[in-house]
């Protein structure tokens, strides 16, 4: 089947090509404005005259306006173009503002999390989302959802990652419209008393109340935080380590209310509300029906971003079925896709949405195909192979964003799938049954035992799939190249299976030869590479030395800086790690540096190092170091008191002597 055939595919394409574009350049929107307006306007004389209607120039300047749409709505989404945001006035001198609760969010070791709607700064009606952190040492009083609260202090902005190849958590809050956060305690706010109800409070309010009710029914502490994410979408309260064990199954997708579960209770309603079909116009009301119940199940969970997104699309799947051409599915999709993309523009960039429309479209197009390879008649055998077919199927459809987003592959994944997505259904069909029940406090303790049980079955069946670390392949290097190649491969292989051709074997064989390359290219430039660089890391000192694939740690600390050193030798390619202890001085090429512990014990020697980095807070008059060794630079990291840094740091300015604190302007490189 030839994808590009559809129409809505190509709109796709086009859109997407849109908010590339107009995401990565920066472009004015009253000259884009005049250019859509203008590009519409010609669009419409050249379709209203019938005989130009199928010209190429007709194609051309429809194809061009989808562009320009798919730009002009990421520039509308930004906060800059948007007048009544608050970063568009004097908000870094404003001390008082009116925030609206509208998520909460997963508590750190510190504080208690939210992300706000700012309704008002200094008394003038604003908008934009910011995160509020609340000190936990202070007040641990949880806010809902829909709560209000005057604050009185000023934002703080996203910091991004000190060392390089952490996970920029500053930039996956800008791709979410948030720039700036407050850090509150109980003397800087206060909770306003009656407040404004949306539709969010509502259902989280009655969210909170059907927890409530399960709580009351005793389920068990493991269980009842996986039936909140599977039937209410709370993931909040899952335990780190129970997260993993799904993670490294490769069934994570299952803790998060995604396409799965809304395409699962689709079939379920598809199947329950079969017999409206003998009513007159029955198909059409039983659409209408299933419609409701899914917006229905979305304002359940709380209207969510990813929830949202997975109602909008199996909506969109639902008419398809109702059609009943299978052919349309693909028209369906991305029709879904366009709408979604063309009211939300910056969900393109959020991983969740790119896993979700990469895997349906891959078992659309797959499924049928792995299908036609094999038709066993044994029911068992054929109910399994379908199973499998739409496992593998999905699973290459989410590979390259998989490796390039997180860096391993379950290889056991088609186990946990089989064994557990066939009773998906009676998971989630018992699961509503259970709410139900228990809102009217009619839930039988039979019944809690036995969905406890199925739960706790789970649980046990991914806890030994993931304890199977074998067959977990972690720390693979990828980046978006891989990941455009790959795709390309994947997508070139479907087309050589479906019909061999010189032009799709050259295709599949071109991007077989352009992954090698690159992988070639990448290793011999990471074994060329030397780099001697500080991390930044509260309390502890990080040297990271580079020769090739080799990377020396050196640090105190081993047990701490293993995620910073992983994240580092994951992106640089890095095969072989060896971890050594602390000296006072090395050489890197014609570099020296001079490391002052707090001891602070300097030699004075002849030749001088050029650079002195300052350690756990030493002891020394900076000055009289600087006239006796004359230092290039002075480096601090994270291991000293603010206090100290702020006094080096004068003394340098002083002195006209560069300071480098990684605090600041994070990690230091010697790279010559």
Not at 382 to 394: F, M, P, R, T, Y
Not at 436 to 441: D, G, P, Q, S
Not at 514 to 521: C, E, I, N, P, R
Not at 623 to 651: C, F, V
């Amino acid at each position: 089947m030839n994808v590009l055939k559809f129409i809505s595919v190509k709109l796709v394409f086009l859109l997407v090509l849109g908010i590339l574009i107009g995401h990565f350049f920066d472009l004015n929107p009253p000259l884009l404005l005049t250019f859509t307006f203008i590009s519409f306007t010609l669009l419409g004389f050249l379709f209203f005259k019938k005989q130009r209607h199928n010209s190429v120039w007709f194609g051309l300047l429809f194809g061009s306006t989808t562009i320009l749409i798919g730009i002009l709505s990421v520039t509308k989404a930004q906060s800059k173009n948007n007048v009544s945001h608050y970063i568009n006035s004097d908000f870094v001198t404003a001390n008082v503002w009116s925030v609206k609760i509208r998520e909460v969010l997963k508590p750190n070791a510190f504080s208690d999390r939210y992300i706000g709607i700012v309704k008002e700064m200094g008394g003038m009606e604003k908008s934009g989302k910011i995160v509020l952190n609340i000190s936990i040492d202070t007040s641990r009083v949880q806010l809902n959802i829909d709560d209000e609260l005057f604050i009185n202090t000023s934002l703080s902005s996203l910091k991004s990652p000190l060392n390089p190849h952490q996970f920029n958590y500053a930039a996956y809050l800008n791709g979410l419209g948030i720039q700036h956060q407050i850090y509150l305690n109980a003397a800087n706010y206060i909770k306003k008393k009656s407040a404004s109800k949306t539709i969010y409070g509502i259902a989280a309010s009655f969210r909170n109340h059907i927890i409530l009710k399960l709580k009351d029914a005793h389920f068990g502490k493991k269980e009842l935080p996986v039936i909140q994410a599977l039937l209410l979408g709370q993931r909040n309260n899952i335990s780190d380590t129970l997260y993993d064990d799904y993670k490294n199954a490769g069934a994570v997708h299952i803790l998060a209310l995604s396409g799965l579960h809304i395409g699962v209770i689709l079939l379920l309603l598809q199947f329950i509300l079969k017999p409206l079909e003998l009513l007159p116009k029955g198909k059409t009301i039983k659409l209408l029906v299933i419609i409701v119940l899914l917006w229905g199940f979305a304002f359940l969970a709380g209207f969510s971003a990813s929830i949202i997104r997975a109602v909008t699309m199996f909506t969109f799947v639902g008419y398809a079925l109702y059609l009943n051409r299978p052919t349309n599915m693909f028209n369906i999709l991305a029709l879904s896709m366009f709408f979604i993309l063309l009211l939300n523009p910056m969900l393109l960039f959020q991983v969740g949405f790119q896993m979700s429309y990469a895997a349906v479209f891959a078992i659309t197009w797959i499924y049928p195909l792995l299908q036609k390879l094999w038709l066993p008649k044994n029911l068992i055998l054929q109910k399994g192979w379908q199973l499998l077919s739409v496992s593998i199927a999905a699973q290459l459809g989410v590979l390259p964003i998989s490796l390039f987003y997180f860096h391993q592959f379950p290889g056991l994944f088609f186990v946990s799938n089989i064994l557990i997505i066939p009773f998906l259904g009676l998971i989630l069909g018992m699961g509503i049954v259970v709410i139900v029940l228990a809102l009217f406090n009619s839930l039988p303790s039979i019944i809690v035992s036995v969905y406890n049980t199925i739960i706790q079955i789970m649980n046990t069946v991914i806890g030994w799939v993931a304890q199977q670390e074998v067959f977990i392949f972690k720390n693979i290097s990828f980046d978006i190249l891989q990941l455009i190649i790959s795709y390309s491969i994947i997508i070139s292989l479907i087309l050589v299976f479906t019909k061999v051709s010189f032009k799709r074997m050259a295709m599949l064989l071109f991007g077989v030869i352009g992954l090698q390359f690159w992988s070639f290219y990448q290793n011999y430039t990471t074994g060329k590479t030397e780099k001697l660089m500080i991390f930044h890391q509260t309390r502890n000192t990080i040297l990271l030395q580079q020769s090739g694939k080799l990377l020396h740690v050196i640090t105190k600390h081993e047990a701490r800086v293993e995620r910073i050193v992983t994240n580092y030798a994951i992106a640089e390619r890095i095969s072989k790690i060896k971890h050594q202890s602390l000296k006072n001085a090395y050489q890197f090429k014609n570099e020296e540096l001079l490391i002052i512990d707090s001891l602070g014990i300097y030699p004075v020697r002849h030749t001088a190092p050029k650079y002195v980095l300052l350690t756990q807070s030493p002891k020394v008059n900076l000055e009289r170091l600087i006239d006796s060794i004359h230092p290039k630079a002075i480096i601090a990291d994270g291991s000293n008191y603010k206090s100290d840094i702020d006094k080096w740091k004068k003394t340098c300015a002083k002195r006209k002597l560069p300071f480098h604190y990684t605090g600041e302007k994070g990690a230091y490189f010697f790279t010559h």
